[in-house]
């Protein structure tokens, strides 16, 4: 009795989790989608019903291995290790199960993921994260960028090897290459433009608000009040004004400013990326040690010298952590961009809703994804590298 | 040296400095000492004007300091305060390093310096000089922050509660280093503190501020025996007055002729020291030697207790 208790104890709980969700997904959710066109729904089929016996059985082991380690062995690298091996083990199952569903030479039919792929990419995703926060000594931030570099070429080589050329996104891919590569350009265009342009104009602002606290309720208050209207809306209200200052102003049309299009996208973005560069800004301000700013006057340094070398020094942390969720922020609001003819990878997500193409809508969606997912670990890095020396 | 002259400074409707005058002396240690809000502070931060005077003057050397811009001013001024304000980004040589740079030093020059201030502070400059604040003790905190204030060589030094933040026994290693730095360098310090055991150890002139007056400025054996007002006895303490006194006083400046035997004590002790050995040990005599622990001649309970009453 104590000893199945104390059993039960050293079970893992998310490991658990991870395992009966995963266990489920292969069971009763479909592994690939079967579409005879792009748009027709489609058959499901199992692992075990595309898979040659061998293969299947192979894969299966694995996921087997990998669920026991999540369950029972607690060596975060181990648990990390185990959840790549299965991101692997579940993206070549797709990729084999796309190949031998696709008869030679067709471009028409349609192998999707299904369902139970995603539901197990979610486990092992959430598996991997989890031995990531679990790691003693946590990973230096170098170890983390070459990490992501090395997922990256991983990612890229298979892309480019034509590993999921079958796929259902690939194909869309195919017949979108150009336009992607426009459309990707674009996305990230608006969220830096809008970026930058914010931090122009925050990282001001928001020294203003520390040196003069009268101030800093208003400013906050009011760039709140932006924080809560959403995108849509805010691109609706943008709209109007723009559209009347292009018919007001020749050059301002010249110059690309319309009532839609990419200006209300980036004034939008950057509307909305004034709250946490600002915020942020006076709080790393705020954290700065008196005594450290009162050496310094007392040394001699000039204001200018005070607030560069030493006050925006000491804050830099603080502000690029606004200036990472402003960037994660963005490329996601990007999206929304679309709907106002601001391109950007939302073109194809609503173009696919349009055409209830879900494979178009993922075109769009999983670079944007990856897109932040990069953005934050690389700021995420920056960030602990400042940390480390300075306390 | 510096020339205090008639110096006061209101907050609207409140006098925090109020008409203060004092000649401090070339190369030697001033305190200003008090309790907080007399003002002490203030008058400091006037010097050096990080705090602008409402009116009155303050001279170094014959100029008025409000002739040049205050950050050039504070360059020729070393300052250091309590908790030190260390640079938590920059490392213990570029912390040091500071005002040099802000002159314009060339690098033989300010690596020499940087290498002579972190011996003198003995700070091994090859463990220390790369690294951050953070990585050190408060005590060592402390010495980088003087270190730094004396870095461009200024004639004068500017302490705001400098070991506040120290422990006592650190805070008492702090104040023979700072004796030991002063002979060396032949600095000009000022230094503001709220504790009087400190002042009377290494002032040699005290002054004593209370609502933003000062009440009493002279050498500390005065402040004792000829206190001007209540509270500079009340600052100074009635109860132990005696053995204050015989702090001032050291065992070499009271040595009388003869030989002794028995306890043996160094000239450099104080006579509090020198009487504590005697009752410890319930001698009568005590034999005084100097450094080299050669005999000097010696110290009986009568000759130490006549030092321990206004004389």
Redesign the interface.
Known sequence: MTTTVARLHRIDPLGALVSAVGAASLLWLPFVVFKLNRILPGDAHSLMQVLPASAALACQVSLILIALVALGIADARVRLAAALVGVIVVAAAVASAANLLTPAGNRVVRVAPGSGFWVLLVALGLMATDAITRLRPRPRPAVRVLMLALFAAVAGAALAHGTFDNLSVMREYAVNAGRFAHEARQHVWLALGSLAAAIVVALPLGILCHRVPRLRGSVLGGLNVIQTIPAIALYGILMAPLGALAAAVPLAARLGIRGIGAAPAVLALFLYSLLPVVANTVAGLKRV?P????????????RW?ILTG?EL??ALPTILTGIRIVLVQNIGLVTVAALIGGGGLGVFVFQGIGQTAIDLVLLGAIPTVALAFSAAVLLDALIDTMNR??? | MISIDNLSKQYGSTTVVDRVSLDIERNSITVIVGTSGSGKSTLLRMINRLVEPSSGRVLIDGNDTAGEPAHLLRRRIGYAIQGNGLFPHRTVAENIATVPRLLGWDDTRLRARVLQLLTVFQLDPAEFAGKFPHQLSGGQQQRVGVARALAAEPAVLLMDEPFGALDPIIRAKAQDDLLDIQRRFATTIVLVTHDMDEAFRLGSRVAVMSRGRVLQYDRPAVLITRPADPFVSQMTGLADRAMRLLSLTTAGEAVIPGAAGGPVIAASASLRDALSELVWRGAESVAVVDADGAPLGRLTVAAILAHGRPG
């Open positions: 040690s005594a450290a700013v009162e050496a310094a006057r007392g040394m001699g340094m000039t010298q030493v020094l000491l020396t300075r306390q």
